[in-house]
């Protein structure tokens, strides 16, 4: 997609193609730009996307705005979907039952991984343009903790389960982080 292109910006979709060969095997729309890399994880593919980019929000007249979307990796049916009020920049962080995503409205989201039904969220004060980060247990696929950063220079540990605090971080200096 171009969003400077004046009459034809682009089409937003997500695509499966063969490796060996570059022949489509699926192709599923987006409603927003994909710009992170999508997450496979047990036959399913999850994929962000969002309007803005790393410095700003969408641009007047357009609203901003992002989504997550799950699809069967196979075939590229998509099993469920969820929008946000602005842009999902970067991939999301996937465990063995949860979804964690940044968005630049300054908030964190936890998903039910099956459903996309919301867990919690939390806001950061400052746009999240970068993606999660897990510690997690490889054997029970359990996350032990989430860990975040902000575009306003904040670097936060959270519990996965409940989104509470456990730490944070600030410099001393003003700081920019993505």
């Not at 171009?2 to 979709?13: F, I, L, Q, S, V």
């Not at 987006?30 to 641009?59: E, I, M, Q, R």
């Not at 746009?127 to 897990?134: E, K, M, N, R, T």
Request: hydrophobic share 35%; with cysteine; aromatic share 10%.
């Amino acid at each position: 997609i171009d969003r400077n292109e004046k009459t034809d910006k682009g089409e937003t979709a997500v695509f499966c193609l063969d490796a060996s060969t570059g022949k489509l095997i699926w192709k599923t729309p987006a409603p927003y730009p994909v710009w992170s890399t999508p997450v496979l994880k047990d036959g399913k593919l999850f994929v962000t996307s969002g309007n803005g980019d790393v410095y700003a929000d969408a641009p007047s007249p357009e609203k901003p705005g992002g989504a997550v979307q799950c699809f069967d990796a196979e075939d590229g049916k998509q099993l469920w979907s969820k929008r946000f009020d602005n842009g999902v920049i970067e991939s999301p962080a996937v465990d063995g039952h949860r979804i964690y995503l940044g968005c630049r409205n300054g908030t964190l989201y936890c998903l039910r991984r099956s459903d996309g039904t919301q867990l919690w969220d939390r806001f950061l004060e400052s746009a999240v343009i970068a993606s999660p980060v897990l510690d997690s247990d490889p054997v029970y696929e359990r996350s032990l903790s989430v860990f975040v950063t902000t575009t306003g220079g904040k670097v936060l540990c959270m519990t996965p389960q409940t989104g509470d605090l456990v730490w944070s971080f600030s410099p001393r200096e003003p700081a920019t982080i993505s």
